[in-house]
T-cell receptor, first 111, second 115 residues
């Protein structure tokens, strides 16, 4: 029941673009995106809300298709600092409970 | 630093021993979560508190695990009779009562190694 992410890994050259996809078989009311660098805690990036609302963070933006229960994270003109593992997550249920995370997408940016 | 803090950062123990971890959430965050993360996986939800009340526990939280948040501030996670399968990163996160969509902020984690 965890969200499914694709691809599992991406290797880019600095300046290239990437798209990370997240889909869920359970109804999505919101999608949470986190980035985790090796040995560190996950860092909150953004929340996507139902209604197709799109929010951005630096050169990272995302979209949420409520009907398809999918979200995509767009990394434009990638920088070395974007390297890490990206996770999407959904709320386990309504209200203030925990998150169910996908398995993550490993992003490696090479100079 | 006003972020989520966890102590200790690393813990090595022998199988069968008890361990206890502490989490201090961001000030005024009334929601507190515990997750476990193993290598190559995303964090897995264990339990969460709203103020001092433990509102949900995952099936991952066996009888050997117990969590408390006695005064609605810091929380402790205890693992009794540790097993090698308990080796993982234990993450704590907190969320503000003003967050409608449960934006969670994570601490640095406690890495547990059971020998």
């Amino acid at each position: 029941q965890q969200p499914v992410q694709s691809p599992q890994a991406v290797i880019l050259r600095e300046g290239e673009d990437a798209v990370i996809n997240c889909s869920s078989s359970k109804a999505l009311y919101s999608v949470h995106w986190y980035r985790q660098k090796h040995g560190e805690a996950p860092v909150f990036l953004m929340i996507l809300l139902k209604g197709g609302e799109q929010k951005g963070h630096e050169k990272i933006s995302a979209s949420f298709n409520e009907k398809k229960q999918q979200s995509s994270l767009y990394l434009t003109a990638s920088q070395l600092s974007y390297s890490g593992t990206y996770f999407c997550a959904r709320l386990r249920g309504g209200g203030a409970d925990g998150l169910t995370f996908g398995k993550g997408t490993h992003l490696i940016i090479q100079p | 630093d006003t972020g989520v803090s966890q102590d200790p950062r690393h813990k090595i123990t022998k199988r069968g021993q008890n361990v206890t971890f502490r989490c201090d959430p961001i000030s005024e965050h009334n929601r507190l979560y515990w997750y476990r993360q193993t290598l190559g996986q995303g964090p897995e939800f264990l339990t969460y508190f709203q103020n001092e009340a433990q509102l949900e526990k995952s099936r991952l939280l066996s009888d050997r695990f117990s969590a408390e948040r006695p005064k609605g501030s810091f929380s402790t996670l205890e693992i009794q009779r540790t097993e090698q399968g308990d080796s993982a990163m234990y993450l704590c996160a907190s969320s503000s009562p003003e967050s409608s969509y449960n934006e969670q902020f994570f601490g640095p984690g406690t890495r547990l190694t059971v020998l």
